[in-house]
């Protein structure tokens, strides 16, 4: 309490006058000079920027964000999983095959194979295995053999 009574003692003691003060004359020209700025702000044209730069900008900087992504998420899958493109290559052969053998059959020998009722061909453990890996995801073989 004693320190806030310091406080105010020498507060008093100060002068109640406004510190800010307008040059003297400042206002006798102050309409002169007013317009002389407004003319001179008239007089200076705005530089025209170039209009190709104007209409490229948003379109150059799509080109970067894909450009970025690409580099982001398909390199390092590429250097990383350089198999699952080999697995694609092998897939796609192996269904060019069959795809090859249903356009040699004409639409006789079709309708013979449809009507046998158990089929003269057999298949093997390594078919069944090359026609699921070809066809059916890991994922779904395993919802087929979850039991509930």
């Known amino acids: 309490m004693d320190e806030l009574n310091n406080i105010s003692r020498e507060l008093s003691k100060i002068k109640k006058e406004n510190p800010f003060k307008t040059p003297d004359q400042y206002f ?12 001179a702000e008239k007089k200076i044209v705005p ?10 900008k948003p379109a150059l900087g799509l080109a970067a964000s894909f450009a970025l992504i690409f580099m982001l998420v398909y390199w390092p899958l590429k250097t990383y ?3 699952r493109q080999a697995n694609n290559t092998e897939t796609e052969a ?3 095959q069959y795809i090859n ?4 059959i004409d639409e006789n020998s079709f309708y013979s194979l449809l009507d046998e009722p158990n ?6 453990d390594d078919d069944l295995e090359s026609y699921l890996v070809a066809n059916v995801s890991e994922y779904e073989m395993y919802n087929e053999t979850k039991i509930n």
Request: hydrophobic residues 40%.
């Open 47 to 56: 530089a025209q920027k170039n209009r190709i730069i104007t209409f490229l």
């Open 28 to 39: 006798d020209n102050f309409s002169a000079r007013l317009q002389m700025k407004l003319e």
């Open 101 to 104: 053998m249903v356009e040699e």
């Open 94 to 96: 192996y269904d060019m």
């Open 119 to 124: 089929g003269s061909a057999e298949l093997t």
């Open 81 to 83: 999983m350089p198999n």
